[in-house]
């Protein structure tokens, strides 16, 4: 990982930054945080001193991070949906990497298609587009199959992209060290873990199998989704560098013009692009993770259809739990209650004061509530509460990155269709509905017969676990009476554990 050529990578990355005048853009960003700003003087000033001049008669950022490879276009895009970290400015210059990159030649994809399934492109597709849209990993062509005349999405990575990958995000470990190692205020951040949950993310997207069953998955999850839609996946022209979806024709969510003349309801499409992201994540807790506006279309029928499901979200039951729990605090402005929740599910030390830490979350809720719903910011609410949590000692959940930043992308997606629209008053029906159903007297009952099904499924193991226990504890004593009252009692054990299983499913079918 601290290999001389990661060292060399970075300090090529750092002439790349310079040379472009990427470094000054980032220093003149003056919303970026104060740590940010000053590391990126030190590092202008160190290239300045070694002679390395900036050319800023293009845009800057974009360029160096386009020049530098697939892995800080990446970087660059998950940047771009966290504003409460890099600032409004440098937000939106990054946004330009969302989409609109390179392609690369259409041969070059036919000749992966041919290899990776196996059979000549003409055999499997009438019709083969140059390419509509490229990304960092990946290009989509439109193609139409010849058996069927559908028309179909056909995915293709970038050639050579797994090994150019590994390259920089190795370099990525070795900044990340660096930071941690000698930066001590950005340990509570674990700039290591984020690295290698960035880097789990991108090794999924880089086997499109994986893409295919996550599209699969959430295409079930939501096909009684009223006004949203996910295309259907084509597994038999899917491969690991393949993969080939329902084409789907619709305006791209940022052409508000186009959706103007169109005639649709963009305060309506608006509230199902934020109500569908928190039903996703609370209800199923498997969610789209990359909503930014390429990856949204309005279809004919004025329903959202989403694309590209390299990165999607998921949550545990627990996790889910807490979650809801301090929206729902936030709505209600229960901020005692969401002091706990914090507590409760270990997020802050034990040692901290509840009261005191109820009051600074009172401090971030209270100027949001007193604001016009055009100024209530999820990214000012983020900023606020990562302040807070710094000062209590809560260190980032690492399971919770891609539900945060992905909060912050869909807010921006549901403001600028509708300017107007209040992210609270939009987001209580669907949290208030998983609330109900997941957290009182009912979910408790449901909790309580699932595991006493899965504690019956152990039932028939207890005798031989308790006789296991017993010889353990004395191999050479003469142990019989005991084995046969331990014996007795995993019987019992047994039988109430089968009992209590068989309760819990009848009780699950009559409620």
Known sequence: MRGPHNIWRLIRTGATLERTGALKALFEATDAPRPMRIALRTIVWLFQWLGIKGDTSRPPITRAITA???????????????????GEELSQQLQILQDKLPPF??????????????CKLDDVFSEFSEPV???SIAQVHKAVKRDTGEAVAVKVLRPGIAKAFRKDVDAFYLAAWFIQKFLP??????????????????????????????????????????????????????????????????????????????????????????????????????????????????????????????????????TRRVYAEIIFGFIRKDYKRIAEVHFEAGYVPADQDVDEFARALRAVGEPIF??????????????????????????????????????????????????????WEVSQPVVESYIKENIGPKALARDLGRTAIVLSRFGPKLPQIAENILMAQSAEKDTSPQRMSLRYVALLMTGAGVAAGIGAIVALVLS
């Open 370 to 423: 007193g604001m016009d719903a055009t100024e209530i910011s999820m990214g000012r609410v983020m900023a606020y509460l990562l302040e807070v949590t710094e000062r209590f000692g809560m260190a980032t959940r690492t399971e919770l990155i891609l539900l945060q930043r992905t909060m912050v992308v869909v807010e921006g997606v549901a403001r600028s269709l509708d300017p107007k629209i209040n992210i």
């Open 185 to 318: 205020f950005s340990r509570r951040l674990r700039p290591l873990d984020v690295i290698a949950h960035f880097d789990g993310v991108v090794q999924g997207e880089l086997d499109l199998r994986l893409e295919s069953s996550s599209a699969a998955e959430f295409h079930a999850n939501t096909l009684n989704d009223e006004g949203f839609y996910v295309p259907k996946v084509d597994w038999a022209l899917s491969s690991r560098s393949v993969m080939t979806l329902e084409w789907i024709d619709g305006i791209t969510s940022s052409d508000l013009a186009a959706i103007d003349e169109a005639g649709y309801d963009r305060a309506k499409l608006g509230r199902i692009v934020l109500q569908m992201f928190l039903s996703h994540a609370l209800r199923d807790g498997f969610f789209h993770a990359d909503m930014h506006q390429g990856n949204l279309k309005i279809v004919s029928n004025g329903d959202v259809a989403a694309l590209d499901f390299g990165i999607m979200g998921v949550l545990d039951a627990y």
């Open 68 to 86: 530098l490879g697939p892995a800080y276009i990446k970087f660059g895009q998950i940047l771009s949906t966290r504003p409460d970290v890099v």
């Open 105 to 118: 030649p259409r041969d070059e994809a036919i000749a992966m298609i041919e290899a990776d399934l196996d």
């Open 133 to 135: 849209a490229a990304a």
